[in-house]
């Protein structure tokens, strides 16, 4: 659990250092308008159990802690996180370092998807536009771990992206299936579904398309999600 709550606070003591533009103790900070106001506590559900995290403030209170968002209460991925980092080629030391270490090491803008698992491999937060490039020919999946937030609004999304989703060529797979845990520990309340689209050209397509804007927005309220794009292998 230590490594998660290091692992956790290191993170958002980057992004509080993104949002301010300058590092903790540096002398850009004083008098400099908007700063560093203490911390706070909170605890997550996480993999391996609750975890409490300090969570770093800001004087304007203009902060959104992304890899923890306010009010979220249930995180997961966590322990892979780690895993990832270590593959990335950090050592344990800079995967547990408290303050922020991976972003004054210069490494966190290249390891945000693994920071931010709501975000798809390869990309920043909500956008699969950045993603690698296809291969083409080959089908690709995008693939999301589900919690629902609200019902009624779900439904309206799904009504959405269902249409858009068959404009840009895609098609369910999955659909808000509960996924019987065969090894580990999967939430009962966590859905899966998973889309085929041709290629991940076309997935990316419809993501950032005018047609899936509308659904993105109600999503927001939704749902709770981790959206991931694979492609499929070739023939």
């Given at each position: 659990?230590?490594?998660?709550?290091?692992?956790l606070e290191s993170a958002l003591e980057g992004e509080i250092t993104d949002h301010l533009g300058y590092?903790?103790?540096?002398?850009?900070?004083?008098?400099?308008?908007?700063?560093?106001?203490?911390?706070?506590?909170?605890?997550?559900?996480?993999?391996?159990?609750?975890?409490?995290?300090?969570?770093?403030?800001?004087?304007?209170?203009?902060?959104?802690?992304?890899?923890?968002?306010?009010?979220?209460?249930?995180?997961?991925?966590?322990?892979?996180?780690?895993?990832?980092?270590?593959?990335?080629?950090?050592?344990?030391?800079?995967?547990?370092?408290?303050?922020?270490?991976l972003w004054r090491r210069g490494r966190l803008p290249e390891l945000w998807p693994l920071l931010h698992?709501?975000?798809?491999?390869?990309?920043?937060?909500?956008?699969?536009?950045?993603?690698?490039?296809?291969?083409?020919?080959?089908?690709?999946?995008?693939?999301?771990?589900?919690?629902?937030?609200?019902?009624?609004?779900?439904?309206?999304?799904?009504?959405?992206?269902?249409?858009s989703i068959r404009r840009y060529g895609g098609r369910y797979i999955v659909r808000g299936a509960v996924?019987?845990?065969?090894?580990?520990?999967?939430?009962?309340?966590?859905?899966?579904?998973?889309?085929?689209?041709?290629?991940?050209?076309?997935?990316?397509?419809?993501?950032?398309?005018?047609?899936?804007?509308?659904?993105?927005?109600?999503?927001?309220?939704?749902?709770?999600?981790?959206?991931?794009?694979?492609?499929?292998?070739?023939?």
């Amino acid at each position: 659990m230590q490594l998660t709550k290091r692992l956790l606070e290191s993170a958002l003591e980057g992004e509080i250092t993104d949002h301010l533009g300058y590092d903790k103790h540096d002398s850009a900070g004083k008098d400099g308008g908007n700063s560093r106001n203490g911390k706070r506590s909170k605890t997550v559900l996480t993999d391996v159990g609750p975890v409490e995290i300090s969570v770093p403030r800001d004087r304007a209170g203009s902060f959104e802690p992304r890899i923890v968002k306010k009010r979220q209460k249930r995180l997961t991925g966590v322990d892979e996180m780690g895993i990832s980092l270590a593959a990335k080629g950090l050592t344990t030391g800079e995967v547990q370092a408290p303050g922020g270490s991976l972003w004054r090491r210069g490494r966190l803008p290249e390891l945000w998807p693994l920071l931010h698992p709501a975000a798809g491999v390869g990309c920043r937060p909500d956008s699969l536009v950045d993603a690698p490039g296809s291969m083409t020919g080959m089908s690709a999946y995008v693939i999301s771990e589900v919690e629902v937030l609200d019902e009624e609004l779900a439904d309206a999304y799904r009504t959405l992206a269902e249409a858009s989703i068959r404009r840009y060529g895609g098609r369910y797979i999955v659909r808000g299936a509960v996924p019987e845990a065969v090894e580990g520990i999967w939430p009962s309340s966590q859905r899966v579904v998973v889309v085929e689209f041709p290629d991940a050209d076309r997935a990316k397509e419809w993501y950032a398309s005018p047609e899936y804007a509308e659904a993105l927005e109600i999503r927001k309220a939704a749902l709770e999600r981790r959206l991931l794009l694979v492609e499929g292998v070739s023939e």
